[in-house]
């Protein structure tokens, strides 16, 4: 059985979804400069790839993934979810007003 519970103050939820918000949030790198000159364009970037690829084989794939893109889900209950819409940036626990 699949159990819902509020991720702001872990009340249970209705299994219906009749009474709570899903709230979903995507954190992503922004793009960086795009415009390059000819000689960058030209240039063997071989020995850059190959340096890159070898710092990436030395680090753990979470670690790299959350440096690019990371997705997050949230079951709130209609109380977390109006702290939320106030301040969507602040920490949802139990103690918060």
Same mark, same amino acid.
């Given at each position: ?18 009474? !709570? ?22 240039? *063997? !970037? ?7 690829? $070898? ?5 753990? @794939? *979470? ?11 949230? *079951?709130?209950? @209609?109380?977390? !979810?109006?702290?939320?819409? $106030?301040? @969507?940036?602040?920490?949802?626990? $139990?103690? $918060?007003?």
């Amino acid at each position: 059985m699949i159990r819902y519970r509020c991720d702001g103050c872990r009340r249970d939820l209705r299994r219906d979804g009749s009474d !709570h918000y899903i709230v979903r949030i995507e954190a992503f790198a922004a793009a960086g400069r795009l415009e390059f000159s000819r000689e960058e364009a030209q240039r *063997d !970037h071989a020995k850059e790839i190959e340096r890159l690829i $070898a710092e990436l084989e030395k680090k753990c @794939p *979470d670690e790299v993934e959350d440096q690019v893109y990371r997705s997050f889900r949230f *079951d709130l209950c @209609p109380q977390c !979810h109006r702290r939320f819409l $106030a301040a @969507p940036i602040a920490p949802l626990s $139990a103690e $918060a007003p």
